[in-house]
């Protein structure tokens, strides 16, 4: 294995705080990756990386050559594919807010992959803020102001907010013509995978907490509870616009909308991007400024 390959392999362990994680990656055996460790050891006469049952974690001087072996293999990455055209190659982990993924990025991702035939995309869901360097994952896709300090937050889009009940909800409690009417509804409760705190709802500055007896932490299941009539919701506009279509929704108090929500790309602070990761966040930013 050339050195080149061999800080590859020694980054990616780093990253995944594992061997057998980081040859799964690089699609290699395990066997190899560690060889590779043990040559560039060797021949820089350090010890790179300290090995636990559990984990494996860089020493200070494993620390200073990942940061070296990274902007290396960058810079060769960038030279490589400033010639012939080339693009942009190898896999590309993202983590991205589940409607976000079905709304937006999914309808549209033939037209990436199309452009780019030579990256592979694996794409998880969820809204939790997952630690990327040690999970693998290159950059997320998330709704809300961002919290991580170690992360850069590169905001793609501003997402209008709508306040909605099912028809047979209002029928039985009522059609509220402003926040001052709302004793005596009940909301379906969203609870934060951060805080583990049911939200409240919003309108303009005031904020409303009203009884509720279904509280869930995934948005299909929030509004699916609106459309069974269970309470009041708040979501983005995109995300019930069939809904609205179809009638199975209404929205109420459209003179009191929540402020919107922002959506932000995330990627680590102190790592340089590759062009692959570069490449998405430069498309992710023009999907969300073409009209819908």
């Given at each position: 294995?050339?050195?080149?390959?061999?800080?590859?392999?020694?980054?990616?362990?780093?990253?995944?705080?594992?061997?057998?994680?980081?040859?799964?990656?690089?699609?290699?055996?395990?066997?190899?990756?560690?060889?590779?460790?043990?040559?560039?050891?060797?021949?820089?006469?350090?010890?790179?990386?300290?090995?636990?049952?559990?984990?494996?974690?860089?020493?200070?001087?494993?620390?200073?050559?990942?940061?070296?072996?990274?902007?290396?293999?960058?810079?060769?990455?960038?030279?490589?594919?400033?010639?012939?055209?080339?693009?942009?190659?190898?896999?590309?982990?993202?983590?991205?807010?589940?409607?976000?993924?079905?709304?937006?990025?999914?309808?549209?991702?033939?037209?990436?992959?199309?452009?780019?035939?030579?990256?592979?995309?694996?794409?998880?869901?969820?809204?939790?803020?997952?630690?990327?360097?040690?999970?693998g994952v290159d950059c997320v896709l998330r709704v809300g102001e961002p919290q991580d300090s170690d992360l850069i937050a590169r905001r793609v889009a501003m997402l209008?907010?709508?306040?909605?009940?099912?028809?047979?909800?209002?029928?039985?409690?009522?059609?509220?013509?402003?926040?001052?009417?709302?004793?005596?509804?009940?909301?379906?409760?969203?609870?934060?995978?951060?805080?583990?705190?049911?939200?409240?709802?919003?309108?303009?500055?005031?904020?409303?907490?009203?009884?509720?007896?279904?509280?869930?932490?995934?948005?299909?299941?929030?509004?699916?509870?609106?459309?069974?009539?269970?309470?009041?919701?708040?979501?983005?506009?995109?995300?019930?616009?069939?809904?609205?279509?179809?009638?199975?929704?209404?929205?109420?108090?459209?003179?009191?909308?929540?402020?919107?929500?922002?959506?932000?790309?995330?990627?680590?602070?102190?790592?340089?991007?590759s062009p692959r990761v570069r490449v998405f966040i430069d498309w992710v930013g023009r999907l969300f400024r073409e009209p819908a």
């Amino acid at each position: 294995m050339d050195k080149l390959d061999a800080m590859q392999v020694f980054a990616r362990i780093v990253e995944r705080r594992s061997f057998t994680k980081a040859a799964e990656d690089l699609a290699l055996p395990r066997s190899t990756a560690t060889d590779a460790v043990k040559q560039l050891e060797t021949r820089l006469g350090v010890k790179l990386l300290q090995r636990t049952t559990r984990t494996v974690a860089p020493t200070l001087d494993g620390e200073a050559y990942y940061q070296r072996c990274l902007s290396i293999l960058a810079d060769v990455e960038e030279a490589e594919e400033a010639f012939a055209g080339a693009k942009p190659k190898g896999q590309l982990r993202i983590d991205v807010h589940g409607t976000l993924a079905r709304h937006y990025v999914m309808p549209h991702l033939p037209d990436f992959l199309a452009a780019y035939p030579d990256l592979d995309v694996y794409m998880s869901e969820g809204d939790r803020l997952v630690d990327l360097i040690p999970e693998g994952v290159d950059c997320v896709l998330r709704v809300g102001e961002p919290q991580d300090s170690d992360l850069i937050a590169r905001r793609v889009a501003m997402l209008e907010e709508m306040t909605l009940a099912a028809p047979d909800y209002l029928a039985r409690h009522g059609t509220p013509l402003s926040p001052g009417d709302l004793d005596g509804h009940r909301m379906v409760g969203f609870r934060s995978t951060v805080t583990k705190a049911v939200l409240p709802l919003e309108f303009g500055e005031t904020e409303i907490v009203l009884p509720t007896r279904l509280a869930v932490n995934a948005a299909e299941s929030y509004i699916a509870a609106a459309r069974l009539g269970l309470g009041i919701v708040q979501v983005p506009r995109y995300h019930a616009k069939q809904d609205i279509d179809r009638g199975s929704l209404i929205e109420i108090l459209p003179d009191y909308a929540p402020e919107p929500s922002p959506v932000s790309l995330l990627y680590p602070r102190h790592q340089q991007l590759s062009p692959r990761v570069r490449v998405f966040i430069d498309w992710v930013g023009r999907l969300f400024r073409e009209p819908a």
